[in-house]
Each structure stands twice: as C-alpha cells, then as structure tokens.
C-alpha cells in the first residue's frame, strides 16, 4: 500500500560518496541538448559521426558554424560536445576552424561555469564514468544531468538532492554558531485546481497562468486540500512543486508563482505526489490516473502525455520520477492485486526504453519457485512506491519495492513463500533494466509493510575492512539493513523500533523470520507496528560527519483482525479489520550503519498523538532539520539530537531542503499547502 | 454500536456519478449498469460454462483463477479481450463455442462484480470470543483489578458495550476502535499536569497541548495558561490515565487478550 497514509488516513498510526567536482567538464550544451559519446569510445577514438545523430543545422547556424553534418552527432535540436577526457585524439579529422572541437570549447567559454578548481578540478574518473554510461545531457539553462552528479550543495535537482539519498548538504552559512538566528524569508500558498472558479480560491491571475491538461472530463473535485507530500525541486532559482495533478513553479526568491499546470484527472487514489524530475528544460511527473507528463519548465506549457500504466486495473502513480543521463525511471503503484514495475523513459520522446518488473510475469521468471504459481505472481504486487538510488560507478539504480498482495490474506501466495521480489532492495543496471542483485527485507509480508524507502547510499569503514560501499535501509517493518551496494551481501540487522513484535528474529540472511500468528487472527492480533510502520515514506538523512542515518520512527500498536474467512482470501488490502490502539511514541532515531544500533533517540514529546515523524536533512553546518509531530519544525544537533532552533508553522508534510538563493542560504519546508523558507541576514 | 466496528462500510450502490474522490475506496469508477436481463442471461451461461473453474463469485474456484482481479477482465469492456481467450482456450483451459452475443451477456456477468483493492469481507466471523474466560479472570485480578473492579466502574461492561470487537478495543484502550462514526462508548478521564516553575510555584490542571516547546493546561478555576519550556525548565510532569494501558500493550500475549475478553463479554 501506499506509504501516504502518514498523513492522511485513518487507519494508520501512522522511506556513494561523489568524488569532488565530478563532471563539470560535460555541462557545456546549447538549448535542446548535447550528446557524450556512448558507452564504449571513451579510449579516445570518437568517431567521426555516431549513429543517426547529427547536428541540427538550427542549432549549427545559431553558432555561427557551417552544418557540418557529417561531423556531427546529437539528438533533436542539439551538438555533441565530447567531453575533454575523449577530445585529445578524437578530432583530428575535425576540418576547419569550426571543428566540432572549437564549438564545443566555445560553448564551454560562454555557457558552462567554470568549476572552483578550474578545469582540472574535476574528477577524470568521473568523466569515464558518464561517458560509459552513455549520458546525453541537456540545455545549458535548464538542468543537465550531469549536475545531478555532484554533491548535494547550491541546487535541489532532484527527489533526495543528489543521487545519494544522503540528504546531506554541503552548504555550511547555516550552521550550529547562527541557526538561533534562522529568520522567515517568505511563505507562499499554493492553490491547485484549474483557477479561479474552480476548486480553491484562486484569482484571475492564477487562472491566467494555469494551464490546463488530462484526459478526464474536469468534473471530478479530489477531496482534501492540497498538500505538499514530496520534494520540491530548485534549479536556476525557480522552485517546481507537486501535489496530486497540479505542478507549481515559482520564484526561489519570493515564492510568487510563474506558472500553474493542473490536470483533469480520470479518477485514481490521490493521496499524495512525490515530486517531479527535471532533464534539461523539461520537466516530469505522473498522475494518479497513471500518466507520464513532461511540461515545458519555462512556461508550464505540456510537451506530452504517455499511458504509464492501466487505469483499468486500478494503478494509480505517486512516486517522484528520476533524472539519471538520458534516462527517467519512475515506478507504479497500485493498492489491487497486480505486479509492480519501474519504467525508463525516453526524455525527449517519451517512449519507454526498459521495464522491470519486480514480480515474475512469465514462465521461467526468476523467483518463481517462491510464489504458489504464476498466477499469483503476476498478481503479486511489490510496487516501487518511491525513487531510488543511483551509483554512478556501478551503474546501479537502487531502489525498494512494495508489500506482496493481497497483502494479509496471503495463504493465495503461497504459504510461507518469499515472494519475490516483494520488500526487498533491488538493484539494476539503469541502461538495460536489468537485475544485478536484491536483497529481500521481508519476506513474505502479511502487513502491506512496504520496503520502498528510499535507500541510502554511503561509503565508508565497515568494521575495519577497509573502504566499503554500502546502502542502507530502515524498513518500514522496523528493520534496519546494511548492505554491500555492489553485490547486495547482508552486512547488519538491527530492530530500531522497540515495540515491533511481528517477527521470531533473524535466519542466516539477517532477514526478520515471520511470525504467522502475528498476521492476523479472527479475535484479533495485537501488532506492532500498525499498518503505518516503524517508519514510512517520509526520507532518512545521513550525515557523514557523525556517521549516522537519521530515521524518522514511530511505535504503535494495532488489532489485526481477521475479517474474511473465505479459504480464497481477499483482493488487495482486503481481508482484515485494522483499528489502532495506542502509540506509544513518535522518534528520530540515529543509527550506527556499522553496528545497526541506535545511539540516539529524540523522543518529541507530545501526548497521544497519531501522527508519524517527518523526514529529515542534514548538513556540513553540523545541523539536522526535520518537522516534530506538533507543528514544529526543528533544527537540532545532529551528535545528540538536541534542539537547537524551532519554529510553530503547522503540521510539517514533506522533508526539508536547503539550497542557495543570491549567495544566501535558504532552509525549505512545506505544510499541508504552505512553503516557507528561512535564511539568516 | 456495531455498526462502528465495521472498518470497511458498505460501498454504495454502483452506477453512482463520478462528482468526487473522498476516499481510496471510491477511486476508480464504476462500470456503467447492464442491462440486467443481459447479466440475468451471462449468469446462466457463466453457471453452465465457467463457475466449476472460476468459482460462483468469479474469484476462482476448482483450479481456475479469480477473474476479478484478472488484467485482461479488468481491461475487457464488452467482452472484446474476454471472447479470444473463451473462444481459443488457455493451456488448462478449454475451448468454449459460444456467439458473440453469448460472450457479451457473460461479460456483462462477470463485470458487475466489483473489483477493488480495499476488498469487501464476504464471510465475516460470527464472534471474535475464542478465549477462556476463566484465565482471562485470573489476569484480570492480576494486572487490572488494582485500578477496575468488575462490580465497580466495570459493572454490566458486556450490557453496555455489547459489540465483542468494540469491548475488546475498548477495554484494550479505551477510546479506541469507536472512531468510525460513533463515539467511543467510555468518558475518558483528562491527562493532568504539573508545570513546576523555577521558583517552585507549580501549576496544575487538565492538559491541554504539549510538545518539546509549549505546555498548556487549564486550571480547575478553567484559567488557561501556557509556559515556553526549554528542556526540562520548567519541569513538566504528565499523569495520562491511560498510561497503565500503554504500558500492558508490550506485557499480553494475544492469548491474554482474547481471555480477558472471554471473561469480560460475561459482564453482562
């Protein structure tokens, strides 16, 4: 099921280390995109022309060159500037004194900022590493991806910031010495629907800046306001911001709007949109009546719309779409009985380029022999709720995927069975689509505990052995998971919620052992946690300076009670009556990757609250923010989770960001329908 | 009361407009009504041809798979993607020879069951009493009785909470399990607190809102009053009434649980 619920639904109480200066040398393209070589001709000998690419002549004439078609190599609209790493031998042949060569060097003059370290601050494995996989990247006043390589500092480029899922910031204006002095820069209200007239108040200026798509009828009203459950992206000092069928854009230095896009939906569960991705000038995001949509990032306008999943069978789509080279990979989500899968996009066209399922669909399938037949395989669930991971030396997007269904009564799947690949951290060559490794969290869930929190990725120590790769995951389950990111192999196994009775302990995997009595029972089963988990979507933050993962946790308590008696079972969430009874405490928890304890909890105190924790950022500034469960949002020390600034703005619904606006640092946070952004003066 | 218990409450009638999304369950819309002859006619054919395999229900029976949930039903409209599949068979699946018409009306059928993810429970159990009530009685005397007495505050429990589930909820915490559309069957008795100033003034009251930064409470002369707390100044000391509850939530077995329930229903 959907990890929504944290902030909306009743029956819950209420988820790499970059060298520095990666890849500054390939940010160098006209509007419309530029093309690196593809995997394969990094050795220096670039060819004269690369497949079917060739210089537009628009793009050639508004240079000033000669279409030198025969020189040239690049996607619709764009040149290919090869990267510095490549250029030595490859251009020889280039004629003229507008060789490809002398445009690309040009183009780096004018439009790509130099790198603080100059050109050769950059990493030059960084450089093999992006032209081994291919990357195009794209318009120079839009967001090339490549970007998206570097640490997570000035921008917000993306779901977690960078590709890490660390949310841990460089940027250090704001700090421990001067966070007391935090001050309110602007809040901006965010008003959805197709404008005045409409849902919400609006005005005629919002309406005259909202434009309008979809393929419903416009007659549906979504109950609820809108509210911000996701990331919002800054890049080039504009902020694009989702809810369910509507993206924003507006002003980082005032939050005034510039655009408004709404979209007429069909129908589907709208219980919250994770964010949009950006390639260049093009922005991204889906619907909940299944939609890939790309918007024009300048004015909103719509390039297209795909079918990303059946409507029919009642998927509906939440999840943040990611930025990786020429790649955006976004997953399905559905509450049915149907497999998962995780989509890669063609940016320019739209057209899918691979799919992966995390459930076998076919005879033969991997993990097949872990289901009780095809049948309920394929109908087996494991939707990839929310973005992964990406490592940029492996190639490997590293994402979690979702509860098995039907999700309680689950003797259909198999008694005891795995089920494969349902809650587990998979790993894929983002080029291909192709599975290199998973590690499962939960097998066989019987609690519709998704493990689809976004995964972290950190290298370090592990235990003395040295420099290690790792990703690490705290489950909804109540599990905390190391894991070597190159090859899946379990590290460490820890309970960070205290309350969590569903499991016997652990099997030589590490893996929590289920047990069966804690499913459900007819009189009930006294379960911890609740269908909200011990933690949820709301995302981690890791700080390398403590080495710690921060973990937004609750504990609670819930009846699990058997409600369907039919051997067949039920469909999807059905089969069980879940009513809460108490929650014993809403955490953060920072947990020790090399031992999986926890070091630290800060308990917010409140009395009887239902509401799970928020997610969290940290930064080089020695800081971590994060919203409590009463309307605060609070920076403490990330050593020992000590309160070091607060202020009262309303329930916190996303996690915060931070980023530079004109040389200042500014600290973004969203509740319900509200932005606000802080900074010092 | 009973109907509070029910967590999953009846769907509305199908065919309904398509004015608003309130809830998850009402997401995705319904299929236009059929002709109810048609589907009085699918029902015969599907009886004869289809629900030995499939089950009476569509939900798969001897050796078929539910079609409810089926991608193929579920993206069939009139019978188009049903009919090559009945028409040609499947590896374990015959062939059947039946006209277009035939296949539209059993289309008709199958589609007026309702598909959806937060599935309705169709053979609910009759009770939830399992436990012994005579352990549940030894537990109580042992861990309850120092607070409730079953000829005290709990006299007649079972008369006046006569849904098992909501006794148990109630009793498990009380104010639980009543939230969906009745109140809970309990007056809870207020969370106190007593703010001790620094200069050894305490404030004490009924609270009213409290986090890492703010207490609230109002006074028993109803006077509101909040203090800005910094740590642990001024110290803040909270009595939840309910925390005894809390705290047996990591003690019962569910074995605890279902014979203190046993015993409690007889508190008639």
Redo the contacts between chains.
């Keep these: 099921m959907i990890m929504g619920a944290l902030f909306s639904r009743?029956?819950t109480f209420l988820p790499l280390a970059l060298g520095p200066h990666p890849q500054r040398e390939l940010t160098l393209t006209p509007r419309g995109g530029f093309a690196c070589p593809p995997r394969g001709v990094a050795a220096g000998a670039l060819p004269l022309a690369l497949g079917p690419h060739r210089l537009h002549p628009n793009a050639a004439a508004a240079l000033g060159a000669p279409a030198k078609r025969e020189l040239t190599l690049t996607p619709r609209g764009g040149f290919a500037c090869p990267p510095r790493a490549v250029a030595a031998g490859a251009f020889a042949l280039a004629p003229g004194p507008f060789s490809l060569r002398s445009l690309c060097e040009r183009r780096r003059r004018e439009q790509a900022p130099m790198p603080r370290g100059g050109p050769r601050g950059m990493a030059a494995g960084a450089a093999l590493l992006l032209i081994a996989s291919g990357f195009t990247a794209a318009a120079s006043d839009g967001l090339d991806p490549a970007a998206l390589l570097k640490p997570l500092a000035d921008s917000w480029p993306s779901y977690s910031g960078d590709y890490t899922g660390r949310r841990y910031s460089a940027l250090t204006q704001i700090n421990q010495s001067n966070v007391k002095n935090l001050t309110l820069v602007w809040a901006a209200r965010l008003t959805g629907g197709p404008g005045a007239g409409g849902f919400g108040p609006g005005s005629p200026a919002a309406a005259a800046r909202t434009v309008i798509g979809g393929e419903g009828?416009g007659?549906?009203?979504?109950?609820g306001a809108t509210t911000v459950k996701g990331a919002v992206l800054m890049v080039n000092g504009m902020l694009y911001v989702t809810a369910p069928d509507n993206v924003w854009a507006l002003d980082a230095h005032d939050g005034h709007e510039l655009w408004h896009y709404f979209w007429k939906t069909?129908?589907?569960?709208?219980?919250g949109n994770r964010g949009a991705a950006i390639w260049g000038t093009y922005l991204y995001f889906v619907t909940?009546d299944d939609y890939f949509v790309s918007l024009d990032t300048k004015t909103g306008h719509e390039r297209w719309h795909k079918e990303a999943a059946?409507?029919?069978?009642?998927y509906?789509m939440t999840s943040a779409p990611m930025t990786i080279g020429n790649h955006i990979i976004v997953g399905t989500g559905?509450?049915?009985?149907?497999p998962g899968y995780l989509m890669s996009f063609d940016p320019e066209t739209g057209e899918q380029q691979w799919r992966f399922y995390t459930v076998p669909m076919n005879a033969g399938d991997p993990g097949l022999e872990t289901w009780k037949?095809l049948?309920a395989a394929?109908?087996g669930g494991g939707h990839p709720w929310l973005p992964g991971v990406y490592d940029p030396e492996t190639h490997l997007y590293i994402f979690g995927t979702g509860n098995p269904t039907?999700a309680y009564t689950s003797k259909p799947r198999g008694e005891g069975m795995d089920n494969l690949f349902t809650c587990a951290i998979v790993a894929l060559n983002v080029d291909t689509g192709k599975m290199e490794w998973y590690y499962q969290t939960s097998p066989h869930d019987t609690h519709d505990w998704d493990s689809a929190q976004t995964p972290v990725l950190v290298d370090g120590d592990f235990r003395g052995s040295g420099p290690r790769k790792m990703v690490l995951t705290a489950s909804r389950n109540g599990y905390y998971f190391t894991l070597d990111r190159r090859t899946g192999e379990h590290l460490v196994t820890s309970k960070f919620s205290e309350?969590v009775n569903w499991a016997k302990g652990l099997n030589a995997k590490g893996q929590p052992v289920r047990e069966p009595?804690?499913d459900h029972?007819?009189?009930?089963?006294?379960v911890?946690a609740a269908n909200g988990g011990a933690t949820n979507w709301p995302p981690p933050a890791y700080s390398p300076d403590t080495q710690l993962l921060y973990v937004p946790t609750s504990e609670t308590?819930a009846?699990y009670?058997?409600?369907?008696?039919?051997p067949?079972g039920?469909?999807?969430?059905?089969?069980k009556?879940?009513?809460?009874?108490?929650t014993?405490g809403s955490y953060i928890s920072a947990i020790d990757y090399k031992t999986g304890n926890t070091v630290w909890r800060h308990r917010?105190?409140?009395?009887?609250t239902t509401r799970g924790a928020p997610g969290l950022l940290t930064t080089a500034g020695k800081l971590l923010f994060g919203g409590?469960?009463?309307?605060?949002f609070?920076a403490f020390d990330p050593a020992n989770g000590n309160?070091l600034w607060?202020t009262?703005i309303g329930q916190v619904t996303n996690a915060p960001e931070t980023y530079m606006v004109d040389g200042r640092q500014h600290v973004l946070i969203a509740a319900g329908d509200m932005l606000y952004t802080f900074a010092l003066y | 009361m009973a109907s509070t218990?029910?967590?999953?409450p009846a769907q509305p009638p199908g065919g309904r407009g398509?004015?608003?999304?309130?809830?998850?369950r009402n997401?995705?819309?319904d299929r236009a009504p059929a002709d109810p002859a048609a589907i009085e006619r699918g029902k015969a054919l599907y009886g004869v041809n289809c629900q030995f395999c499939h089950?009476a229900d569509t939900?798969?029976g001897d050796g078929g798979?539910?079609l409810?949930?089926s991608?193929t039903v579920?993206?069939d409209q009139n019978g188009e993607l049903i009919a090559p599949i009945v028409r040609s068979g499947r590896p374990g699946m015959p062939k059947f020879t039946l006209g277009d018409d035939q296949i539209k009306d059993v289309a008709a059928f199958v589609h007026s069951f309702r598909?959806?993810?937060?599935?309705?429970?169709?053979?609910?159990?009759p009770s939830?009493?399992?436990?012994d009530s005579k352990a549940g009685e030894a537990f109580f005397n042992a861990r309850c009785a120092s607070c409730h007495s079953t000829t005290g505050d709990l006299r007649g429990l079972a008369s006046r909470i006569p849904d098992e589930?909501l006794l148990?909820?109630t009793w498990?915490?009380p104010g639980?399990?009543g939230?969906?559309g009745g109140p809970p069957p309990v007056t809870l008795p207020p969370?106190m607190v007593t703010v001790t100033l620094p200069s050894g003034e305490m404030v004490a009251g009924k609270?009213d809102?409290?986090?890492?930064?703010t207490v609230s409470l109002i006074t028993a002369d109803g006077t509101h009053r909040s203090f800005r707390t910094n740590g642990n100044t001024p110290r803040?000391d909270?009595r939840?009434p309910?925390q005894p509850?809390?705290d047996l939530?990591?003690v019962?077995t569910?074995a605890d649980?279902?014979n203190v329930?046993a015993f409690l229903v007889t508190l008639k």
């Design positions: 009743i029956r009828s007659d549906i009203a979504v109950a069909k129908g589907g569960t709208h219980i909940p059946p409507f029919s069978q009642q509906f559905n509450d049915l009985d149907s037949s049948d394929r109908h039907p309350t009595a804690k029972h007819i009189a009930g089963a006294l911890s308590y009846m009670y058997l409600s369907e008696t039919d067949r039920a469909m999807g969430l059905g089969g009556d879940e009513i809460g009874v108490g014993m917010f105190r409140t009395v009887g409590d469960v009463s309307g605060n609070v309160v607060h009262q | 218990l029910h967590a999953q398509r004015g608003a999304i309130t809830s998850p997401a995705y819309p089950g939900r798969g798979p539910s409810l949930r991608s579920l993206d598909a959806a993810g937060y599935d309705e429970a169709r053979l609910r159990p939830i009493i399992v436990g589930r148990q909820q498990l915490m639980s399990g939230s969906r969370i609270l809102r409290l986090d890492d930064f803040v909270v939840d309910l509850h809390r939530l990591g019962y569910d649980i279902h329930t």
